[in-house]
């Protein structure tokens, strides 16, 4: 057995120099907790000429994936190169050479979480993957371990941090979408191209992760409904605070007797929950469960150094069992190998919440009377309404509704929609909570 735990890393973009800049400044402290020194010994880049702008002393940079994956003295392979094809080959190469895997990649674990998961448990070999949801908030781990015997009936939460601030932003400066989205950019929050994290993707990605843990199935993220948050007006927001609420990019997950629902979305969330005090970059995620009741982790969900602490975390515990002589008891997804098995989604049709309706309508006779009746027709119960008295058309009218079906909301929109007062495609917006 060599003297130090020896990991090839694929991928030193933001995340890998996290890696390598906590495993090198923290090295006294995880020696002590490892037993043996844990390092960096070769990195597979794309570019392996570019400067890193970190100390890359002492590791080999190629790039030639079978540089780690044929170099039988790497322990653990860890993967932050994102995407799915390469990674996918890269990840089930090195679980069946025996090695241990740790990846940040979310997309790969919600899209094709079948044949990761399967090899997964062939191998038996730990795979880590805290960071691919919630970066620096250890949920993964809550979820599977902390909430090993409870029965979990929700999961929801602020899961991407690039739409919590630019919502954040349209909220504290009454800015537009595109004007929060920039200075998101600016910040470096968001990607150049920034479309998995508006359009709710990415948040999807990091549901369909929990949901598998927490149900005990494997759910395919093709069947999840996401709808992002680039509809969100100025004006959406200012409605949401006159009537109590901010306005979040939730990833909601629950469990009744009907099924298992999963759905992101823009929702409007009441001021005085914990959701909606979580601003900016943060992440927050509550869980349900039977014996635990409701908790919250909340954290940064994003960045190089918290989602260095995870991935370091999964590194250290695959190294823990590696000297223990032991592979891990911990089944990857919570179940044991036998008891994981396909689950569907209730279709979003089925759902039932409270919806924000924000008709555009000309400033006629008997236009109420006419939503009325077809909210009405739909078995739709109207809980209250604003309009201001505004001249220029078009006239907003917002209507919150009672709790009702999904499929109710979309046919009385589908014909509402096709009146002739109707100056611009209605506004929903589902509401979170009560
Ligand atoms: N792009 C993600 C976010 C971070 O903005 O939260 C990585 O999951």
């Known amino acids: 057995m060599s003297s130090t735990i020896r990991i090839g890393l694929f991928g030193v973009g933001v995340v890998g120099r996290g890696v390598i800049e906590q495993l090198q400044e923290n090295e006294e402290l995880i020696t002590r907790r490892v037993g043996k020194k844990v390092e960096v010994v070769t990195a597979v880049v794309a570019n392996p000429q570019k400067d890193r702008g970190?100390?890359?002393?002492?590791?080999?940079?190629?790039?030639?994936?079978?540089?780690?994956?044929?170099?039988?003295?790497?322990?653990?392979?860890?993967?932050?190169?994102?995407?799915?094809?390469e990674a996918e080959k890269i990840i089930i190469?090195?679980?069946?050479?025996?090695?241990?895997?740790?990846?940040?990649?979310?997309?790969?674990?919600?899209?094709?979480?079948?044949?990761?998961f399967e090899a997964a448990y062939k191998q038996n070999n730990p795979i880590g993957f805290e960071c691919s949801v919630g970066a620096g908030i250890p949920i993964i781990r809550?979820?599977?371990?902390?909430?090993?015997?409870?029965?979990?009936?929700?999961?929801?939460?602020?899961?991407?941090?690039?739409?919590?601030?630019?919502?954040?932003?349209?909220?504290?400066?009454?800015?537009s979408f595109d004007a929060a989205l920039a200075g998101a950019q600016e910040l470096g929050y968001a990607e150049v191209d920034p479309t998995f994290d508006i359009e709710g993707i990415d948040t999807g990605h990091k549901l369909t992760i929990l949901m598998n843990i927490a149900f005990n199935g494997l759910f395919s993220f093709d069947e999840m409904y996401v709808?992002?948050?680039?509809?969100?007006?100025?004006?959406?927001?200012?409605?949401?605070?006159?009537?109590?609420?901010?306005?979040?990019?939730?990833?909601?997950?629950?469990?009744?007797?009907?099924?298992?629902?999963?759905?992101v979305h823009p929702a409007l969330v009441p001021n005085d929950s914990m959701?909606?005090?979580?601003g900016?970059?943060?992440?927050?995620?509550?869980?349900?469960?039977?014996?635990?009741?409701?908790?919250?982790?909340?954290?940064?969900?994003?960045?190089?150094?918290p989602s260095a602490s995870a991935v370091v975390a999964d590194i250290i515990e695959a190294c823990r069992y590696q000297l223990s002589g032991q592979q891990t008891p911990i089944p990857p997804l919570s179940a044991v190998e036998g008891r994981l098995q396909p689950a569907n989604m209730m279709p979003m049709d089925e759902i039932m919440t409270r919806y924000y309706l924000r008709f555009n309508v000309r400033d006629q006779v008997g236009v109420l009377a006419q939503i009325s009746?077809?909210?009405?027709?739909?078995?739709?119960?109207?809980?209250?309404?604003?309009?201001?008295?505004?001249?220029?058309?078009?006239?907003?009218?917002?209507?919150?509704?009672?709790?009702?079906?999904?499929?109710?909301?979309?046919?009385?929109?589908?014909?509402?929609?096709?009146?002739?007062?109707?100056?611009?495609?209605?506004?929903?917006?589902?509401?979170?909570?009560?």
């Open 142 to 175: 809550t979820l599977r371990e902390g909430f090993a015997g409870d029965q979990v009936y929700e999961i929801s939460g602020i899961m991407n941090g690039t739409a919590n601030y630019i919502l954040s932003r349209m909220t504290e400066e009454g800015s």
């Open 280 to 305: 900016g970059a943060y992440n927050a995620i509550a869980l349900s469960s039977d014996y635990a009741g409701t908790s919250l982790s909340y954290g940064q969900g994003a960045g190089s150094h």
């Open 93 to 116: 190469s090195a679980m069946q050479a025996g090695k241990a895997v740790v990846t940040a990649n979310k997309a790969l674990l919600a899209v094709r979480s079948i044949s990761i």
């Open 373 to 434: 009746k077809a909210l009405g027709d739909e078995g739709i119960s109207i809980y209250s309404m604003i309009q201001h008295g505004e001249t220029e058309e078009p006239v907003a009218v917002i209507i919150v509704t009672h709790k009702t079906q999904e499929a109710a909301v979309q046919n009385a929109l589908s014909y509402i929609d096709t009146l002739e007062f109707i100056m611009a495609k209605t506004q929903l917006i589902r509401i979170y909570g009560g």
């Open 54 to 85: 970190i100390d890359l002393d002492g590791i080999m940079i190629s790039d030639d994936p079978d540089t780690i994956l044929q170099d039988e003295s790497i322990d653990i392979v860890v993967e932050l190169i994102g995407g799915l094809d």
């Open 275 to 278: 959701l909606a005090s979580v």
């Open 227 to 263: 709808e992002g948050i680039t509809a969100v007006t100025a004006a959406d927001v200012e409605y949401a605070h006159e009537l109590g609420y901010r306005i979040k990019l939730l990833g909601i997950s629950k469990k009744s007797a009907d099924g298992v629902e999963g759905h």
